[in-house]
């Protein structure tokens, strides 16, 4: 049997030396952060981040300087917990408060579709996309995370082109209903993307709408959305750190991601 405090030990070496390299997957939090725009009929839009000052070291006399944040639950890089969706609502560990820590650490499967995604903005995720996948890299193991490379974290400084929106609504890559049914029968932890949400762009006009926060929360399981740096994880192997913050009843956060990866 494994000593584990030798086993923990050997990590915090590992960390160190860099054989395991820490890679930062989250954009920064601040008044430029894009905020969705939900499309009409399906509810309110988020106020902008904001930050203003409380102190600035020097104003009335302070030695400090803090902020207050004020910040939607889904904005910039964010956690979606279930409790975010209808579906997902009845789960007494399903929001941020409730879900079990031992979820917030879990192993990774990174699908590239950045060419597709190039090529069209549209691009859907298919379940035979990810059949492919597999048969090149393996099965997506139970209790992984799907991560969807689509170099859409590119356009993260000009809120137009993330949201990439027109008299249609918003375009921008996703998965349909069966890639999300297929993620479920993986049993996988959740899905996790580089666009403003975890849906597809259009999602509103697939039936179910929204199908990955239907289907994926209806599931208990989690989403993460505007991530960043998946061109550095490999397709398998990393793992993900992702504790939300602890908000009462939280529906989800703005978190730091950290994928922990094995040097090449
Ligand atoms: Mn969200």
Redesign the pocket.
């Given at each position: 049997m494994t000593n584990t405090s030798e086993l923990l030990n050997q990590f915090h070496k590992a960390i160190k030396s860099n054989e395991i390299e820490i890679i930062d997957l989250s954009h920064t939090l601040g008044p430029n952060t894009p905020m969705?725009k939900v499309p009409e009929g399906h509810g309110k839009n988020p106020p902008p981040v904001s930050l203003e000052y409380i102190s600035n070291y020097t104003d009335d006399g302070g030695h400090s300087r803090w902020s207050t944040l004020t910040t939607a639950?889904?904005a910039g890089t964010?956690?979606?917990t279930p409790s975010?969706w209808t579906s997902g609502q009845d789960f007494v560990d399903g929001n941020t408060e409730t879900i079990a820590v031992n979820r917030f650490l879990a192993p990774a499967c990174v699908l590239d579709y950045s060419d597709g995604v190039k090529k069209n903005p549209d691009f859907i995720l298919t379940k035979n996309d990810i059949l492919k996948w597999e048969d090149q890299h393996g099965s997506i193991e139970s209790g992984s995370w799907v991560l969807f490379q689509s170099g859409w974290s590119d356009r993260f400084n000009d809120p137009d082109k993330f949201l990439n929106m027109d008299e249609d609504g918003c375009h921008s890559p996703g998965p349909d209903p069966d890639a999300v049914k297929l993620m479920i029968e993986r049993d996988v932890c959740g899905f996790g993307t580089e666009t403003i949400?975890?849906d597809y762009g259009a999602a509103s006009k697939f039936e179910p709408p929204f199908p990955l926060h239907y289907f994926m929360h209806g599931a208990n399981k989690f989403?993460l959305?505007s991530l960043t740096n998946l061109d550095k994880l490999p397709p398998k192997g990393s793992i993900i750190i992702t504790p939300p913050l602890k908000i009462a009843m939280g529906s989800?956060s703005p978190l730091r991601v950290l994928a922990l990866i094995p040097k090449l």
């Open positions: 969705i639950e889904h964010h956690f979606d975010h949400g975890t989403g959305a989800g």
